[in-house]
């Protein structure tokens, strides 16, 4: 049973989303690259400067300036100040952590008949639509949307990937927290604490201060909860059965995300890794190109070109093209080897 009425402080919609035995034995996490994209993308075409993500934006706009990428697709796309998203933008994950690749792939695959149902949604909220949209409005098979999911790619591989495995330890750490609290107190507690807006009664979930109802009709079976790093504090749901519906929320943790470390055991880690690399995986709290290390740690770039490819082959770099550059990234694993050495 769902109900949906107004909430008495006339703040929206107060939803009221009933789980069966079923649905609660379908509520799982998920980590998903596309929840990032769309408020990571908002985010680079404001003004304004962000109280968390300020470090990311000042080091990412100049690239995405270059590229052009507000001119394109995700700008026609993704309205400045908030609102409607095309549904197919954000394909249900298939797993725990779908590969960015996987989640294009879905795009791709989208029925011509949901991107035409998504860009009429959208027009209805923007008033219009532009050209490349009423473009992919109107041949949906074609190869368009293989165009769109390519600047998806592009976007990806010059804001966001550089920078995933960091985001990616935010993440993981808010599913592991929440985890161990549904295994210590059941998974009504979990739901209730998701956000001050929501609350559990034993039965349902309340979510309060929505624009539209929610429904289990319209919504599918289940839950899935998705850790977000740029959606802000607010929730965001996608709700297209038979998916099931998907509620995304600010990660704990976040605050922090792009503070500076400290570049703890260096001389312990120089002992098994060698003094160069050492130094280059240090450099590299800020993604950065051949030169730019070059220049910040004196080595010489045919030197630095060399000592990159060692740690890539280790799998303690990893390496993303943005525009003529390509940026150099720390992995997981290097992440994981630094916190070692520094205990």
């Keep these: ?57 000042g080091q990412v706009r100049p690239r995405w ?4 990428l507000e001119r394109g697709w995700l700008g026609e796309l993704i309205p400045h100040t908030g609102g409607y998203v095309p549904d197919f933008l954000n394909p249900a994950p298939t797993g725990p952590a ?13 029925p011509g008949a949901r991107v035409r149902h998504d860009l009429d949604h959208l027009a209805r909220h923007q008033g219009t639509l532009g050209p490349r949209l009423r473009a992919l409005r109107d041949d949906p098979y074609g190869p368009l949307l293989a165009e769109l999911t390519s600047e998806l790619e592009t976007y990806w591989e010059l804001a966001l990937a550089p920078y995933w495995a960091r985001i990616r330890a935010v993440l993981d750490a808010d599913i592991l927290h929440r985890a161990r609290l549904a295994a210590e107190h059941g998974t009504g507690h979990l739901l209730g604490g998701l956000h001050p807006s929501v ?77 160069s690399r050492t130094l280059l995986l240090t450099e590299l709290e800020i993604p950065a190109s051949t030169t730019q290390l070059a220049h910040r740690t004196g080595l010489s770039a045919a030197g630095v070109s060399q000592y990159l490819t060692a740690l890539r082959d280790a799998g303690l770099v990893s390496a993303h093209r943005a525009g003529r550059s390509v940026l150099y990234a720390r992995t997981a694993a290097a992440e994981t080897l630094l916190r070692a050495a520094s205990a």
């Design 98 to 110: 779908p590969a960015p690749a996987a989640e294009w792939e879905a795009i791709r695959a989208t």
């Design 199 to 275: 609350s559990w009664d034993g039965n349902a979930l309340r979510m309060a201060h929505r624009k539209q109802p929610l429904t289990r009709t319209t919504a599918g079976t289940g839950l899935l909860l998705i850790p977000s790093a740029f959606g802000g504090p607010g929730l965001r749901t996608r709700t297209t059965p038979p998916d099931p519906p998907q509620l995304a929320y600010q990660a704990r943790g976040v605050g922090s995300l792009w503070e500076a470390r400290p570049a703890v055991g260096a001389d312990t880690l120089s002992a098994v890794l060698g003094r």
């Design 65 to 68: 300036v270059a590229g052009r």
């Design 1 to 57: 049973m769902i109900q949906a009425y107004l909430n008495p402080q006339g703040a929206g919609v107060l939803a009221e989303l009933a789980f069966s035995t079923s649905d609660l034995a379908r509520v799982r996490f998920s980590v998903s690259p596309m929840w990032e994209v769309t408020p990571s993308f908002r985010l680079l075409r404001s003004d304004s400067a962000h109280p968390v993500h300020r470090a990311w934006a």
